[in-house]
Every structure is written in C-alpha cells, then in structure tokens.
C-alpha cells in the first residue's frame, strides 16, 4: 500500500472527525450553542486532535525506524559467512539486495540466492507497509471514538486545543533551535579536528591558499598551504562590489515605489523587479561568464586600455549585485509604506518639500527595516557560489583590484567538497573551518545591524 493512501486515508478520518465532534456537540444543548463553553468548531477539532495526532505520530516514527528494522531482519537471514564480512563488504551485499529489488543495476551477477533475498526483502516492505497502514489507522479510529466519548457542554475544548496547539508551536521552535545548535557543533567539531591538523594562526592569517595535500604516506604531494586571507579578501571585494550596485539602485527603486510612483505603475514594476530574485543563478553565471565578462575585457582593452582579467571579480560583483537588487528593494519598499503617513503629513505641515519629508522624516523612520534589507543583501552576497565559480574563477589571487580574478570561501568550500571525500586530512577538513569563519562574520554582521537598528529604534519610536 502507497504512503499516500496511509496519508490521505488518515486525513478524511481527521476531517469526519472534525465534523463528528461538532455536531455531538451541539446535539447536545440542542442546537443551542450559547449553551456550550467553547465554540463548536472547538469540540470539531478537539477530536480530529485525538484523531490525528496520535497515529501521526506513530506514522514518522514508523517511518524512521522501519529502514534499520528492515536492514536488521534481512541481514539476519543471510548466510552465517555473509554476516561474518567486514562493514563495507556487508553495507555493499545489502545495497546491491535493494537495488535489485527495486528493479536497478546491481554490481555483481544475479545468483538465485541473491535473487531470493532480494524477494524477501520486498516481502519485508510489504509486511511493513500493510502492518503501518493498519496500527496507524486502528489507532485513528481509536483515537476518534475515544474523543468523541469526551465531548459534553462543561468540556473546555477551546483551552485542551489551544494547549494542545502550543505544545505543537514549542515543539517546532525546539526543532529549529536544537537545529541550529547541531549546525554549530557540527562545524566546531570538524573545524577542531582541523586546527589539530594546522595551526590556527597559520589558518587565520596565511596569506597563500593551496589546499593540495598527500592522501597517503607514500604519496607525492604538495605540503598544502591554508591562509584563508585570499578567500577572505577575495569574498569581501565581490560582495562589496556586488552591494555597490544593489544598495543605491535598490534603495532608490524602493522610495520610487513607495513615494512617487502611481499605484498602477507600482502593481507593475514592483512584480517585475521581484522576478530578478526568482532567477535561478547559474543562469546569473552563464549571463557572467559569457556575456558580461567579455564584453568589460573587450571595453577595457579596446575603449580605456587596460587590461580586465575573463574572470574579473567585477564582473561577478555586477551581476550578483543585480540579483540582489529586488532582496534590498521589496523589503525597503515595505518597510518605506509601513511608516505612517501622519509623519508625512506633520512634515508637510511644517512646510517640508516632499524630498525633504523623505529624507528627514520617512527614512529615518524607516532605517531598521532598510539596515535589515542591506543586511540579508550582504548575506546573500557572501553566501552567493555559482555566479563567481563562473564568472570568478578558483584563483585564490590576493589582491584588492577588481579588474583580476579572485575567489571566495563558498567556492573553495564547495570544491573541498566535490566528489567521494574521507573527512580525515586537511584538505577536506578545511571546508568546515571556512564554514566556521563564514559563521562567525554572519553572526558579527548581525551583532552590528542589532546594534544599529535598537539605537535607531529608541530615537524613533
């Protein structure tokens, strides 16, 4: 049976569950709702709670466990000298017994034993899935009858709800803070197993980045050298490049919209402008790489005679700094129209200009929310990888002038990381170290806009 089925089938029960709980409930008073403590759709949702919660919860939890249940059963099966392999010899019989039993390529021939356990192990999901469909919807029933049993007119069915809605709002907060805590953790150990490989300081304040390292002993390679001043020099001239045209164009596009533009122009150019955010970047890069790129190397050596590298950091900045343009525009335009208008209309009482209401009154106001904008625009920036992998290049050149070819940590991180890696020499570990210091500015660029914004905040509000 299909998990959808499952899903679907456990819906329609919350759903009449619902409905059965309402009626119950005024059939009770008669009709009569006044005479009930909460609102009927309260005793409705009171036993779709009972309902759905607890098979739902039963379903996941099914379904995370059910892999290692099955693996477990299936190498159970195998002959004793088949259990007896090494780790990746076993983990490869068990991949090729899936993929045969899904119909996909296998690695080795297909012997009539290999076959039979192939055939258990669907026998195995069969079993799972009909015993899932069947403790999960017993249970929907169960939990049905059992809250429908509850429902009376003295029930507190709004506050059993709301009690129940914000266990659900705490459990999703502990999710995403436990989340990010997991992150952090993740990137402190891995960066600690670097630092133990290469000396912090030699990390932080290297000025040359080459990475290349002897995987084995008797191997011939480079020494690997792990100054992150280059990525980080590198990093910071694109996304300053890339700000330089996404602030002010943004920004202006935003009091445009905001104050001048009439509403009809506005319902047009606001979608228009938010369709450059929804533009996948890698074609950002290809626009890079094969359009803006040559032609500022052929401007630069046919009009002004100098020479632009083909993977120059200002070409990565300015077209990442258009796809960042609608990211500083939507959220100041918003927050330009949240400021009230009767601060407008006291400037103009006084005798302000409509440019001077602007720039005395309106965006002064409006400063937390456009620092917040500038903020997730440079985040973007520093975060941003496919546009300078293609327009920018991989040299890890130091230098502070546009016109050459730079790289950036994501990109450096990503290439750490291509391909079947083993997380135990410096060079892969590296990309957790960058990952860490990646972190770090983020969290020092929020530090200061936090800072910022509450001065701004305690002036204005």
Known sequence: MPLWIIVATLLLLTIIGFYMGRSRALAMVSGKARNLHSLPGYYGYYVALWCGIPALLVFFL????????????????????????????????????????????????????????????????????????????????????????????????????????????????????????????????????????????????????????????????????????????????????????????????????????????????????????????????????????????????????????????????????????????SLSDDVISAVPQAMREGSYGLGATKSETIKRVVLPAALHGIIGGLLLAISRAIGETMIVVMAAGLAANLTANPLQAVTTVTVQIVTLLVGDQEFDSPKTLAAFALGLVLFVLTLFLNLIAFLVVKKYREQYD
């Not at 009539?112 to 929907?140: R, T």
């Open 62 to 329: 099914w379904i995370a466990i059910e892999p290692s249940l099955v693996k477990s059963l299936l190498v159970s099966s195998l002959p004793q000298d088949a259990q007896n392999l090494s780790p990746s010899r076993l983990g490869l019989l068990v991949n090729d017994i899936r993929n045969l039993a899904s119909g996909n390529i296998v690695s080795t021939e297909v012997s009539p034993e290999l076959q039979a356990q192939a055939d258990y192990y669907n026998h195995l999901h069969l079993l799972s899935k009909i015993a899932l469909a069947v403790v999960v919807l017993a249970l929907a029933v169960a939990g049905l009858t059992f809250g429908r049993r509850f429902i009376s007119p003295d029930l507190r069915a709004r506050n059993q709800v709301e009690r129940v809605i914000r266990i659900v709002l705490i459990a999703c907060s502990t999710i995403a803070i436990l989340t990010t805590v997991g992150i952090v953790m993740s990137l402190l150990f891995e960066a600690g197993r670097f630092f133990t490989m290469i000396s912090a300081t030699d990390f932080l304040f290297g000025l040359e980045w080459s990475p290349q390292t002897a995987l084995r002993a008797d191997q011939v390679g480079a020494t690997g050298l792990f100054g992150m001043i280059p990525l980080m020099v590198g990093t910071l001239l694109i996304a300053f490049i890339a700000m330089c045209v996404a602030g002010p164009i943004g920004l202006l596009a935003a009091i445009y919209m905001s104050e001048y533009a009439h509403s009809k122009v506005r319902a047009i150019v606001k979608p228009v402008l938010e369709i450059l955010a929804g533009i996948p970047t890698v074609v950002y890069g290809f626009f890079a790489a094969l359009t803006v790129a040559p032609f500022m190397r052929d401007v630069g050596e046919g009009i002004l005679g100098v020479v632009i590298s083909s993977e120059s950091a200002l070409a990565a900045g300015l077209v990442m700094g258009v796809m960042i343009i609608p990211f500083v525009s």
